[in-house]
């Protein structure tokens, strides 16, 4: 793509800092650091993935919290050590920390650790304070933007699959939004329109995203960068009638099978099955997802409502986790984080490794399993009435909106019901 090249040559201008030696000697010190917005980049090998916290102070101010900005979203990571020039900070959800030296009040750098991906994944970061500006906008904006983008991600490979950009521009070239696909969502994506360069990027401690483009003036070639372990092409062009299959579609029960059967611990231990009697002419939501897994915290969020909402109305929920960590005693420790961060009030179970085809074999009942997440919905009977395939969460919007009332309507239907009347699922 010759086109994607010439825009790439200019991401350098965009990035903010320069990356120094990582880990060069220091005598030991004490440093304070400046609160207030920083930015940090992290360091691939051709490109910089830049993200912008804020540096707070506790309430009781013995400590620091750094509250990590995505567009709207913001991501608070309490667990904050500092011992001399050293610092270290653990993400709240997933597996991850930043090592450091702090080099200045207003500069520290090191390795980010992303223990989800095993032992020895490490991206070097560079972290300044008083920087407001994700990228540099070197030129002013060229193209708006805004809009629905059908995209396609690796078209040139068999592999292709395709996706729904969503984005909001400002008349500065401040560019938020999203891509949709049809296993999920990118998430809370923030950058810029530069001249006729487009650049995206996210951090949420679990995925480390840049998306950069070429505005032609036809659609869209770019190159998308998931921290060092995933790189790929895609294209784009406007479309405001682009659309995926119905995430209903997507999954369904093997030929054979009406209900839902499995057994499996939960976090202290003891057998769950949703044949037990607790889950008798109850409605049923199995969650299957991972405590890695950032889509699924959307969903967990949305199911905690749902369960706050209508438990008492007879709902229950089941959440069916397939973790990363082969270490049992590991897992099961990330599971009971991820509940007690979240406030999750039913119950998870831990089901083994995080691996579609395995998940396919644990859950025999199911053609497959295509997505984390993915959520089956049972009624009084213990009929299965809808399998969802994936979620579009709130970076998306007005899709989020829309499922989260019709899944509360849909609910209020399957509870309502009393003498196993079939009604049509939306």
């Known amino acids: 793509m010759p086109r994607l090249r010439n825009a790439l040559h200019f991401l350098p201008l965009l990035l903010l800092g320069a990356c120094t030696s990582i880990g060069q000697d220091n005598m030991d010190r004490s440093v304070s650091l400046t609160p207030g917005p920083w930015r940090m980049e992290l360091f691939l090998k051709d490109v910089r993935i830049p993200f912008q916290f804020d540096l707070k102070r506790t309430d009781d101010h013995q400590g620091w919290e750094m509250h990590v900005r995505n567009a709207e979203e913001v991501i608070v990571a309490s667990d904050i050590v500092l011992s001399g020039d050293s610092i ?5 959800l997933f597996d991850s920390e930043f090592i ?17 991906k095993g032992p020895e994944y490490t991206i070097p970061f560079v972290a300044v304070a008083g920087s407001e500006d994700r990228f540099v906008s070197a030129r002013s904006a060229s193209a708006d933007i805004s809009g629905r983008w059908a995209t396609r991600f690796t078209p040139e490979k068999d592999e292709a699959y395709p996706g729904i950009g969503l984005f909001r521009q400002s008349p500065s070239g401040r560019v938020t939004g999203t891509f949709m696909t049809e296993t999920g969502d990118y998430r809370y994506l923030e950058g810029t329109v530069s001249g006729d360069s487009l650049l995206l990027s996210c951090f949420d401690g679990s995925h480390a995203f840049l998306f950069a483009a070429h505005i032609l003036q036809d659609g869209m070639e770019g190159r998308f960068w998931s921290g060092t372990h995933w790189e790929t092409s895609w294209t784009a062009h406007k479309d405001a009638g682009s659309s995926l299959r119905h995430p209903d579609s997507l999954t ?59 438990h008492q109305k007879g709902l229950e929920i089941l959440s069916v986790a397939f973790e990363k960590h082969a270490d049992t005693v590991r897992a099961v420790s990330g599971l009971r984080r991820f509940r007690d961060v979240l406030d999750v009030r039913y119950p998870i179970l831990y089901a ?4 579609k085809d395995k998940a396919a ?29 994936g979620i579009y969460g709130p970076s998306t919007g007005a899709h989020y909106d829309a499922y989260r009332e019709h899944l509360g309507v849909f609910l209020e239907q399957l509870l309502a019901e009393s003498d196993g009347t079939e009604i049509a699922g939306r």
């Not at 859950?363 to 009435?385: A, E, K, Q, W």
Request: glycine share 6%; charged share 25%; proline share 5%.
């Open 252 to 310: 369904h029960l093997r030929e054979g099978y009406d209900m839902v059967d499995f057994r499996f611990p939960d976090l202290q231990g003891r057998m769950v099955s949703p044949k037990d009697d607790a889950f008798k002419n109850k409605v049923l939501l199995v969650q299957i997802m991972g405590s890695w897994c950032p889509n699924c915290v959307d969903e967990t969020r949305l199911l905690n409502e749902m369960y706050s909402r209508y």
């Open 88 to 92: 270290r900070i653990r993400m709240p």
């Open 352 to 355: 083994g490794l995080a691996s």
């Open 100 to 116: 450091g030296l702090i080099q200045t009040a207003d500069r520290m750098e090191g390795l980010w650790h992303n223990y989800l």
């Open 361 to 389: 074999e644990k859950l025999p009942f199911l053609d497959h399993v295509m997505s984390y997440p993915t959520c089956i919905m049972v009624d009084r009977r213990g009929n299965v009435r809808r399998i969802r395939t």
